[in-house]
Every structure is written in C-alpha cells, then in structure tokens.
C-alpha cells in the first residue's frame, strides 16, 4: 500500500496535522506541501490530500491538486477557523470534495480547528462592521481565543487515528 501525504498550509496549521498523519504512514511515506506535488500520482494507492478552508472551500493551492486527484482512493483533511461539528466545516468538507475529478467518496475525513491569523482578523474586523458576521463580535472574538491553542495534541492525535483507520480500511 503506497501512499502520500500533500498538504497546503499557509500558517502553519494544516502542515502540523500532515506531519502527525505521516508518522504513522509506513516508514518512507512522502510528506509534501502542495506546490511540490508529483505532476503524476498514479503510483499512489492512496492520497493524504490536505487543505485550509478559505471562503468555506478548500484554499485555492489546494484546489489545483484536487481537481486533477482520480485517484480511487483519497483521504482528505483539513484546519479550518471553526470547530469540526459545526455546519460550516461539514459544508467546506462537502464542497471540496465535489472538485474530485470522478466523484470519488473519501475513504475518509478528518477536520479540526486551526488557529486564525492574528492579521487576518485584524482585517476582518477593519472590512466589516461591528454586527456582521464576520465583524467583531464577543462571539466572534471568544472563537479565536478558543481557536488558538489548535491544533493541539487531541487533534493531533485524532488525526493519527484517521490515517491508521484509513489504513486499514484498504487492508
Ligand atoms: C483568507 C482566509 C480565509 C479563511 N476562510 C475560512 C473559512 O471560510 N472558514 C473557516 O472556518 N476558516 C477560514 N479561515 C481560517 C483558516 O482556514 C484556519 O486558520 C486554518 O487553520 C489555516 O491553516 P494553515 O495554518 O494551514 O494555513 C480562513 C483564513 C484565511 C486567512
């Protein structure tokens, strides 16, 4: 059973989740950042492909490996702002696996929460007033201090045990 992980991460998060996953992948398994993916992946038995929800879809870098993963077997992850139960993550979860080229259903998934860029809600609450959904609110500003102890070892953790059910799903 061959296998790679690729993963985009701009801060951090979603490379941090890959590296857990690899360690218990066989020895040797490959770990990449998206913009060093193999332009052709049919040696792989399985893909680890993991993104960053941007604008509640897989982050654009992510986007391009997705649209050409056929695959049959792919397992995808991801960080995102919110926590994984919620509608939002399930949503971003659904719309990036539609960018599958032949409509495979993942062997498996796996979301947790990543901390957000202390910059970017800076800016988000510069953009947007107070009272929109994205602007300051306590609810808001509670999330984020919620959110930026993660990943941390639970979700870490969690994540192994995604890639070793995955694992053995295929035998
Ligand atoms: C431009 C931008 C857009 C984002 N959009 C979303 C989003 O739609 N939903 C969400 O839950 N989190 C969103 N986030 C939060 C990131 O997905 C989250 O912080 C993630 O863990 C970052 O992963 P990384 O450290 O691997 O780059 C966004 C972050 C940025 C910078």
New binding site residues.
């Given amino acids: 059973m061959k296998s790679i992980v690729i993963?985009?991460?701009?801060?951090?998060?979603?490379?941090?989740v890959a590296e857990a996953i690899v360690e218990v992948l066989p020895e040797g398994t490959a770990c990449v950042p998206v913009n060093e993916a193999p332009a052709d992946l049919t040696a792989y038995d399985v893909v680890f492909m993991g993104f960053?929800?941007?604008?509640?879809?897989a982050?654009k870098a992510a986007q391009t490996v997705l649209k050409r993963l056929d695959n049959e077997q792919v397992a995808l992850f991801?960080?995102?702002?919110?926590p994984p139960m919620l509608p939002?993550?399930k949503d971003?979860m659904v719309a990036a696996t539609a960018l599958l080229p032949k409509g495979q259903t993942p062997v498996g998934t796996f979301m947790c929460?990543?901390?957000?860029?202390p910059k970017?809600i800076e800016m988000m609450y510069k953009i947007f007033p107070e009272g929109h959904p994205h602007g300051r609110s306590s609810e808001r500003d509670e999330r984020h201090r919620q959110?930026a102890s993660?990943?941390d070892a639970t979700d870490l953790a969690k994540a192994a045990a995604f890639a070793k059910e995955v694992l053995a799903k295929l035998g």
């Fill in positions: 993963y985009s991460s701009r801060t951090g998060n979603t490379k941090q960053w929800a941007d604008q509640g879809n982050d991801a960080t995102l702002g919110v939002h993550a971003t929460q990543g901390k957000v860029d970017v959110g993660h990943p």
